[in-house]
């Protein structure tokens, strides 16, 4: 029989697989839809392993949340290209990973790939990965996932960019409203727009304090009219210094972005709204994920790619 191209159309629809994956399938079934299907899944296994080397940076980052939102968790699936990150399959799958990460008690990746896999239990959640690559066409992986308990408050969690960023707030509050529910949100997005590195300046050893007082020296001895200033003065220099540096990379310091007078930390924000609410805040910690961070990236036509696919 010959293969269509409303055949590979439909073949692709129903698994998601790539269009030249679909056409060979057909060919090798002699049109059979349903054969065509199962050919594509038993060379799932092998389609994976020849796909285990490309570069997967692209993709998307998933949240999941218990019922009572005391319990979160973040989670970063990869893909190769953009496109299958948006695609529909891929994101279903991301959220099924997702669902899982909830509820695992894995202490790393590798204990979470080796358990089973709760859609379909005759499989790990390496297994069902190594499945989704053969039906979606691409190198895939499951990068990393952490999780966030607070008993004694929530745990809030937003998405950006459609997954290109996944943030958690842990927020410790004896009073849970939706007023103080829209400022964790807004602290969420805070952290995704400028990518603090600390919560606190509490978390920050004394050591990197005072590694950065002496580069900051460094400089001014450098600098021959600062370095001639009083000793007094040289002080003050540099913990203005270090203090402009830690309303940049501390989260509590930061200016808030929807600050109307342009000056009220994320600190007084959180403490406004406490106020206001006759409440105890605190903003614990925050997990910020973004999709292939630190990760090599591939930079390539995609149209070129579809036409070598085709063969002009």
Same mark, same amino acid.
């Given at each position: 029989?010959?293969?269509?191209?409303?055949?590979?159309?439909?073949?692709?629809?129903?698994?998601?697989?790539?269009?030249?994956?679909? $056409?060979?399938?057909?060919?090798?079934?002699?049109?059979?839809?349903?054969?065509?299907?199962?050919?594509?899944?038993?060379?799932?296994?092998?389609?994976?392993?020849?796909?285990? *080397?490309?570069?997967?940076?692209?993709?998307?980052?998933?949240?999941?949340?218990?019922?009572?939102?005391?319990?979160?968790?973040?989670?970063?699936?990869?893909?190769?290209?953009?496109?299958?990150?948006?695609?529909?399959?891929?994101?279903?799958?991301?959220?099924?990973?997702?669902?899982?990460?909830?509820?695992?008690?894995?202490?790393?990746?590798?204990?979470?790939?080796?358990?089973?896999?709760?859609?379909?239990?005759?499989?790990?959640?390496?297994?069902?990965?190594?499945?989704?690559?053969?039906?979606?066409?691409?190198?895939?992986?499951?990068?990393?996932?952490?999780?966030?308990?607070?008993?004694?408050?929530?745990?809030?969690?937003?998405?950006?960019?459609?997954?290109?960023?996944?943030?958690?707030?842990?927020?410790?509050?004896?009073?849970?409203?939706?007023?103080?529910?829209?400022?964790?949100?807004?602290?969420?997005?805070?952290?995704?727009?400028?990518?603090?590195?600390?919560?606190?300046?509490?978390?920050?050893?004394?050591?990197?304090?005072?590694?950065?007082? *002496?580069?900051?020296?460094?400089?001014?001895?450098?600098?021959?009219?600062?370095?001639?200033?009083?000793?007094?003065?040289?002080?003050?220099?540099?913990?203005?210094?270090?203090?402009?540096?830690?309303?940049?990379?501390?989260?509590?310091?930061?200016?808030?972005?929807?600050?109307?007078?342009?000056?009220?930390?994320?600190?007084?924000?959180?403490?406004?709204?406490? $106020?206001?609410? *006759?409440?105890?805040?605190?903003?614990?910690?925050?997990?910020?994920?973004?999709?292939?961070?630190?990760?090599?990236? $591939?930079?390539?036509?995609?149209?070129?790619?579809?036409?070598?696919?085709?063969?002009?």
């Amino acid at each position: 029989m010959a293969v269509t191209a409303g055949m590979v159309k439909e073949l692709r629809e129903m698994t998601g697989a790539g269009m030249m994956d679909c $056409k060979k399938a057909l060919a090798a079934t002699d049109g059979d839809m349903d054969k065509a299907v199962e050919f594509l899944r038993e060379k799932g296994l092998a389609g994976a392993a020849k796909k285990a *080397g490309r570069i997967a940076a692209e993709g998307v980052v998933v949240t999941a949340l218990t019922a009572d939102e005391k319990k979160a968790v973040v989670v970063e699936v990869n893909a190769e290209t953009d496109f299958v990150a948006k695609n529909e399959k891929f994101q279903t799958y991301a959220a099924d990973v997702a669902a899982q990460a909830l509820k695992t008690t894995a202490a790393d990746m590798d204990a979470f790939m080796a358990e089973k896999w709760e859609k379909d239990p005759t499989l790990t959640v390496k297994e069902a990965l190594s499945s989704q690559i053969s039906i979606i066409g691409e190198n895939m992986n499951i990068r990393r996932f952490e999780q966030v308990e607070e008993a004694d408050g929530f745990v809030a969690s937003y998405i950006h960019g459609g997954g290109k960023i996944g943030v958690l707030v842990d927020v410790v509050t004896d009073v849970v409203n939706d007023a103080v529910k829209e400022m964790a949100r807004n602290v969420a997005m805070q952290i995704a727009a400028l990518k603090p590195q600390y919560t606190s300046r509490n978390e920050i050893s004394a050591d990197f304090i005072e590694h950065e007082k *002496g580069i900051l020296m460094a400089q001014i001895q450098n600098d021959p009219k600062e370095a001639s200033k009083p000793a007094k003065v040289i002080e003050g220099m540099i913990n203005g210094r270090i203090n402009k540096e830690m309303k940049e990379i501390c989260l509590l310091d930061q200016v808030y972005v929807k600050a109307e007078d342009g000056k009220q930390s994320v600190a007084q924000y959180v403490a406004q709204v406490a $106020k206001e609410n *006759g409440a105890n805040i605190t903003v614990k910690r925050f997990v910020r994920f973004e999709t292939g961070e630190g990760m090599e990236k $591939k930079n390539e036509d995609f149209a070129a790619e579809v036409a070598k696919q085709m063969g002009k």
